[in-house]
């Protein structure tokens, strides 16, 4: 929940589109902990928490040990102390008013985020006390007075000229950079411009299966993601729609359903989750997935399918234990898509039992071999036409062991990738770009199934 909060949603926008200034969202100080519990940088932004409230926090709690053992929000002489770890170093925010904590969270998760930005991913102690002027700076950025402002990364680049490796930053008049500042689009800057104005759109899907020895599916799911990469000029907004059922049904009952969608399979598409440019407002209200888009390339939507999934591959096992020396395994896989297409990377892992000796492996296409470490035939496929059927044959030789323990037979394992195909039936509809200009973009669209946990026991 902390990683999906919005900070502009806790802000009501006053007459010139600046966030109101209300005490519930006021934090009195910044600083960054050691594990010793000093303070290697502070900033506060009120007079309200003083020096030694601060030191006190840093013995009673940070070099006591007593984080991770109790929750992340210590009250001291008064003061609210929130805080979170990454490494060896410790972010915390202080407050005297009655903050909203998950506000404070979510700009300590970004403060981090800047911070692995800047100084890497590991950043330590002496990272920081080699970047105090750069680290001062983005202090001052990321809040005034108390008041969270930009967090964005791609904002906070725009702005702070220090640092290393960093894009320069474009001039832009006063107009621009309050409008970048407390304005809701922090994850585009104006401005960009594209000779050819292209969407490329992924739609990944994991298959996730569970079939029972006696062919019955245990849980069957797929569980999606939109990707896409955006080349636009301007500050476009764009309608997207997959083949969701509700949104396909409201359209037939109002009878804007066009004569093509009529014909096509609907999906009921459950879970969804947005990037936070989607206008949350107009999809709950009219079921369409609108937004300015960011640049480059980004997460739009996640979501999950769980009724009428078309398994890409269909697994038939047969193995029989012929007393306590030999087991003999038939495997048959049979592609369920269509003959245009094919699957690649196709591995399936067959367990054997833990003294196995030797085996002899024969199969239709690709190659197989056991191998030890894994405790598996190993079966790799480079290329699987659909509608194809092959088969493995293997008769395994075991050693003779002092304990006589049943094998566990753990389940058949199954990956692969299968290019323009979705078990879920899912499909891109549309993608409306709207600018000012009235320019064309080209859109592309690839569908992609991979194996998630797809395991049938034998």
């Known amino acids: 929940l902390l990683g999906t909060v919005r900070l502009d949603r806790y802000y009501k926008g006053g007459s010139h589109g600046e966030p109101s200034r209300g005490s519930s969202t006021m934090i009195s100080g910044l600083m960054i902990v050691n594990v010793k519990g000093e303070p290697v940088i502070s900033r506060f932004y009120r007079d309200d928490v003083s020096k030694a409230t601060a030191d006190a926090f840093g013995l009673k709690v940070i070099a006591s040990k007593e984080t991770g053992t109790a929750p992340p929000v210590k009250i001291v002489d008064g003061a609210s102390f929130l805080y979170c770890r990454h490494g060896s170093m410790y972010l915390v925010a202080v407050t005297r008013s009655n903050v909203n904590p998950a506000l404070v969270f979510e700009f300590l998760f970004n403060w981090i985020r800047i911070l692995k930005s800047y100084l890497g991913d590991d950043f330590d102690e002496d990272n920081i006390k080699n970047n105090m002027t750069l680290l001062y700076e983005l202090l001052d950025e990321t809040m005034d007075f108390g008041y969270p402002q930009i967090t964005a990364i791609e904002a906070v680049r725009l ?7 960093k894009a320069p930053v474009e001039e832009q008049d006063v107009g621009q950079l309050t409008s970048q500042i407390t304005g809701i689009v922090d994850w585009r ?47 476009p907004e764009c309608k997207f729609a997959l083949n969701d059922k509700l949104n396909m049904d409201r359209e037939a009952a109002s009878g804007k359903q066009s004569a093509e969608d009529k014909k096509r399979r609907t999906v009921e598409i459950d879970d969804c989750t947005f990037h936070r440019c989607v206008r949350l407002g107009k999809f709950d209200s009219e079921r369409t ?23 890409p591959f269909r697994l038939i096992p047969a193995i029989q234990e012929e007393g306590k020396s030999k087991v003999t395994f038939n495997v048959k896989v049979t592609a369920q898509f269509d003959a245009d297409k094919s699957a690649t990377d196709v591995v399936v892992k067959v367990p054997v039992p833990p003294n196995t000796a030797r085996t002899n492996i024969k199969v239709g296409a ?9 405790k598996a035939i190993v079966w790799r496929i480079k290329r699987f036409p659909g509608g194809a059927e092959f088969m493995l044959q293997a008769e395994v030789d ?52 991979r194996a998630g946990q797809y395991q049938i026991r034998i």
Not at 289 to 311: A, C, H, Q, W
């Open 159 to 165: 702005y702070i000229t220090l640092g290393t490796a």
């Open 189 to 235: 800057r104006e401005g960009l411009r594209y000779r050819k104005n292209e969407v490329y759109i992924d739609v990944l899907e994991s298959v996730n299966l569970l079939m029972g020895a006696n062919g019955n599916i245990l849980r069957n799911e797929c569980s999606g993601q939109v990707v896409m990469r955006t080349q636009l000029s301007g500050m």
């Open 289 to 311: 997935i609108t937004f300015i888009p960011p640049d480059g390339e980004f997460e739009l939507m996640r979501y999950r399918v769980s009724d009428n999934i078309k398994l």
């Open 366 to 374: 690709g190659r197989a071999k056991f191998e030890p470490d894994q």
């Open 398 to 449: 075991l050693m003779q062991t002092t304990r006589a323990k049943a094998w566990s037979r753990p389940p058949i394992s199954f990956n692969f990738n299968v290019s323009m195909f979705t078990s879920s039936g899912v499909y891109v509809r549309y993608l409306r770009v709207y600018d000012k200009s009235g320019y064309h973009a080209n859109r592309w669209v690839r569908y992609i199934t």
